[in-house]
């Protein structure tokens, strides 16, 4: 989340540093400019919040599994190591709560429909916090992701209950499959 924070914090310092140049020299269009409210637009066209686990491998399949999907742009994105066991685990409190004020926050100003939660294989944080076992086999692997991705489910149905939940689990060669 220190990622998020810091480049939101980057996009407003350099919109302050716009509009001080702006005011500077007296623009004329300033209350249209485009860059002052860059996601203001495509705000209402948000259609779901994305939980991912921080491993850098994924990336770049992450973006491409949404694109092609058709919600490139269109998904807000939180970012906790272990995705769903990050929001669930009573290891890291802190965690969980980031996780649900995070999606408060989706539902209260992108109005999202719907939750995408995707864990992936060969995940350090499991290992780290579940131990090794956990992720011996792949049949073991996927029942193990599987209980948390349910846990979280339920949990978000409870507390969001007009939200749609989608539980995913995606390998290092970035193919993704649905856990139901
Ligand atoms: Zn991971």
Redesign the pocket.
């Known amino acids: 989340m220190t990622q998020l924070r810091t480049c939101d914090q980057a996009v407003l310092d350099m919109n302050r540093r716009k509009f001080l140049q702006l005011l500077a020299f007296g623009g004329a269009s300033l209350l249209t400019a485009p860059f002052l409210f860059p996601r203001l637009s495509s705000a209402g066209s948000t259609e779901a919040i994305l939980l991912t ?3 850098y491998r994924l990336t770049a399949e992450i973006e491409q599994y949404m694109e092609g999907r058709g919600l490139l742009h269109k998904f807000d994105h939180v970012v906790l ?3 769903s066991l990050g929001a669930v685990t009573a290891a890291h409190k802190s965690w969980n709560k980031t996780f649900w004020e995070h999606l408060d926050i989706a539902e209260q100003l992108h109005h999202i429909k719907e939750v995408i939660v995707m ?2 294989r ?5 290992k780290v916090m579940l131990g090794p076992d956990h992720t011996k086999d792949p049949d073991t692997e996927k029942n193990t992701h599987a209980k948390q991705l349910h846990l979280l489910r339920n949990q978000i149905g409870k507390k969001h209950p007009t939200l749609k939940v989608e539980t995913l689990l995606m390998g290092l060669d970035g193919k993704v499959e649905m856990i139901a």
Do not use: L, V
Request: a negative charge; glycine letters at 16%.
């Open positions: 686990c921080m491993d190591a272990g995705a864990d992936h060969d995940c350090g944080a499991y």
